[in-house]
């Protein structure tokens, strides 16, 4: 077995296929020398290790990668360590708003400990943190946690965010209670129905035995102020202790609602540097609950 052809399928299993691996590869090679060093692969084998379309490992495909992931997935770490790297390297994914809100200043306290400090920042929700922490892309992520996560990962809740609906400022209605009373007359903005807030509201408001479609689907949270402000509807979403309701809008708590779940999710045994900013944001979440 040719072990540049082993070093090939393994970042296009890990990769989900072979265009991503081309991205990915640390030195520059082209698709279709992938293509042919892999048939080669197969050749010797005898066997057919994934299908292309939709990209998918054969059993036999499995067995050879859960052997060359072992050590493939530790060169670079081992390369970095050896070079003395790994102890400033801090790779994180979070939700876009706590990128945006809270990382910089913790980063900023966190680089006086580690003043050569090199990030890789990753914006993700739960789903996406769980395959980067399962192909060793990062070393910690902070995002909403529903229900436990997938196994061999380690979780930890943070904080407990309250459910809001988010009006325009000179909305006539005062509580969220009256809005649930007007929801077949008010149009609702939302994350799509698999993200975890939109899942904790269904809940809430299947308790209540009420319905409220959306109507306008969102990508991202940031989305939602600018249209809610347009006069596009009410938007669900969520304000953080002592956070502040976007401008020209007011935030309606949603109480009695489920409330959302923010986790560090991590594999392993942390290394000092993510172990150290793991208690920074431990110390973030308890001041934000007791402000």
Do not use: C
């Not at 048939?39 to 290790?49: A, M, P, T």
């Not at 910690?140 to 809001?164: D, F």
């Not at 402000?229 to 002592?242: D, E, K, M, N, Q």
Request: hydrophobic share 45%; net charge positive.
């Amino acid at each position: 077995m040719n072990i540049h052809h082993l070093e090939l399928f393994y970042f296009i299993a890990t990769h989900g296929g072979i265009t991503e691996a081309a991205r990915k590869m640390p030195y520059g090679i082209q698709q279709p020398a992938i293509s042919a060093q892999i048939l080669r692969l197969e050749e010797d084998l005898g066997v057919k290790l994934f299908q292309r379309r939709p990209f998918q490992l054969t059993p036999a495909g499995r067995e050879l990668y859960e052997f060359a992931a072992p050590f493939f997935s530790r060169v670079q770490e081992t390369s970095e360590r050896l070079r003395g790297e790994t102890a400033q390297r801090l790779r994180l994914a979070a939700l876009t708003t706590i990128l945006r809100d809270h990382f910089p200043n913790l980063l900023v306290r966190h680089r006086r400990r580690f003043p050569h400090l090199k990030l890789r920042l990753h914006d993700a929700n739960q789903a996406m943190a769980e395959a980067l922490l399962k192909k060793q892309e990062i070393d910690l992520a902070i995002t909403e946690l529903e229900g436990k996560p997938a196994m061999g990962i380690r979780s930890e809740a943070l904080l407990q965010v309250p459910l809001v609906l988010l009006v325009p400022e000179n909305y006539a209605a005062k509580s969220a209670r009256e809005m649930l009373k007007r929801t077949a007359s008010e149009l609702l903005i939302a994350l799509p129905e698999n993200e975890a807030l939109t899942k904790l509201f269904r809940r809430g408001l299947a308790a209540e035995e009420l319905v409220w479609p959306t109507s306008i689907e969102a990508g991202s949270l940031e989305l939602v102020a600018p249209y809610v402000t347009a006069g596009f509807g009410v938007a669900l979403s969520v304000l953080p202790p002592g956070g502040r309701a976007p401008t020209r809008t007011r935030a309606l708590p949603l109480r009695g609602f489920p409330k959302l779940v923010v986790a560090a999710l991590w594999t392993g045994k942390l290394a000092p540097i993510a172990e150290s900013f793991l208690e920074l944001l431990r110390l973030e979440a308890r001041a934000l609950r007791d402000s």
